[in-house]
């Protein structure tokens, strides 16, 4: 193509160098400088034309690969939400299940997994002021064979909160197991809490339970009370107050023992 041109340019220059030859085939030259002119600029034409379609695809790729990416963040962010609540609802079940492994499913009392930590705590803290009462149901077997087991569980919710009510702020109750509680005392005074004592076993003493079937139901309890004393561990603390509701149970039931 540069030869092409260079062949043009040639002639060219010869023919105005004979300018003054109206024959001279200059117009001809011209003729074919422009008709050159034209292809090039055809050809230019052309190459801009499939730059601009290339430009356009290149545009509407971008589009397409932004709004693929904006797809893909709100899906994450979509996502990113589930898994907030999902988080939130397993914290929340896993308190509601920690909670629940501490609460008698009968009573609705603290259980004795509770009543152990508890115990841990008050005894780190202040043991010299602790003192323990293991309450049990006395003759309880004969009210599940008289009145039927649901019976026998209503009387034990019932006991459960009567201990609870009687003891009040002074102590903290748990079902330790079966027909037995106890209680803690952290801060009370030695007589305050055998007073509470005594006053509980006349409580469930004079206490009636329906039977539902025209029958009031009577039973009373045994108290095991023990108190800390120097270089006591927890264990030492629970069988000393063990010891005592057995002694109460074998000298006649219905009673407090003080360990
Ligand atoms: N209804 C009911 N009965 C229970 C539950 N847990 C333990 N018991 C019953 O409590 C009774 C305890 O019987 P025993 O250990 O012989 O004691 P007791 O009859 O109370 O006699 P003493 O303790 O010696 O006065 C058993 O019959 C158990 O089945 C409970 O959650 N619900």
Redo the contacts with the bound molecule.
Sequence with gaps: MKSDIKALEQRVVSALADNHNLEHPLYDVLDELWQYNQNQWSRIEQMIRVSDSYQDMILQREKTLGERFDKHLRQLEKITRISDRYQTALREANLELEQASYIDA?TGLPNRRKMLRRLKTEFEMRPESLCLAMI???????I?DEFG?LM??DV?VSVGNLIEHTVGELGHIARWG??EFLVIFSQAGQLEVERCLEQLAKVIREARFDSGEGISIRTTISIGKSHYQTGDTIDALITRADNALYQA?NSG?DRVVFG
């Excluded at 049990?136 to 004969?142: A, E, T, V």
Aim: without cysteine; hydrophobic residues 25%; aromatic residues 6%.
């Design positions: 009968l049990d149901i006395d003759h309880f077997k004969r599940n087991h026998g569980d034990l079966g027909e149970k039931r």
